[in-house]
């Protein structure tokens, strides 16, 4: 291996390392869901461990096979979490009062879990948000409030910065339609809709 291709092969083990702390980092902070770090730790690792052995067998070539594919941007964004369409379930009534978005999800599937929320409600219990896979690529993600839960239907597992969003919208939400949400009944065309923003950026609308 030539001086140039071994200062080109260590160049590249360096950046990968730095990529794969800075990967560690992101997970960390929450702006990843568990399959992109898995995917992404993954491609990085075996990129190291092919620059690595490009160094130890004097192989210049092995670092041009770790370059290809195809660009990590693209396989970030196959995996990252997609907002397609949410459910607000008011627990009084008992009905969903807004869709937004597309939620192309039969009602008795997510109606179990909404029941179960509106029980431990009742009886002031502290409910988690839940995230359930519904095939490979598809996920739920449950979020109770005071007076509603919203289901949210995502392409690919949502990270846990993802999750936090919806949950503080969700608070503004019922913070800025109590009284209304405190009714029997909902009219849903007199509700403030913090979620708009959240259409607009993930839905394009």
């Not at 627990?91 to 029941?115: A, C, M, V, W, Y």
């Not at 839960?149 to 019922?174: C, G, W, Y």
Request: without cysteine; aromatic residues 10%.
């Amino acid at each position: 291996m030539s001086s140039r291709a071994r200062e080109s092969a260590e160049a590249f083990k360096v950046l990968m390392e730095e990529k794969i702390r800075a990967l560690i980092g992101e997970f960390a902070e929450g702006q990843l869901s568990r399959e992109q770090f898995h995917v992404l730790y993954e491609r990085y690792s075996s990129r190291l461990s092919i620059a690595t052995e490009a160094l130890i067998t004097n192989n210049p070539e092995a670092i041009e096979i770790a370059k290809g594919g195809p660009p990590t941007l693209a396989v970030r964004g196959a995996f990252m979490g997609r907002a397609m369409g949410l459910r607000i379930f008011h627990h009084k009534s008992q009905q969903f009062i807004e869709t937004l978005g597309e939620f192309d999800i039969d009602e008795r599937k997510i109606l179990p879990t909404l029941n179960e929320f509106t029980m431990m409600i009742q009886v002031n219990k502290l409910i988690e948000q839940r995230l359930v896979q519904k095939d490979a690529r598809h996920w739920l993600l449950y979020n109770p409030g005071r007076y509603t839960s919203v289901v949210t239907f995502f392409a690919n597992e949502p990270s846990q910065m993802q999750m936090k969003e919806i949950a503080r919208l969700h608070h503004d939400f019922e913070v800025a339609n109590t009284h209304a949400l405190q009714q029997p009944n909902v009219d849903a065309s007199t509700l403030g809709q913090p979620f708009i923003v959240f259409i607009k950026e993930k839905f394009g609308g």
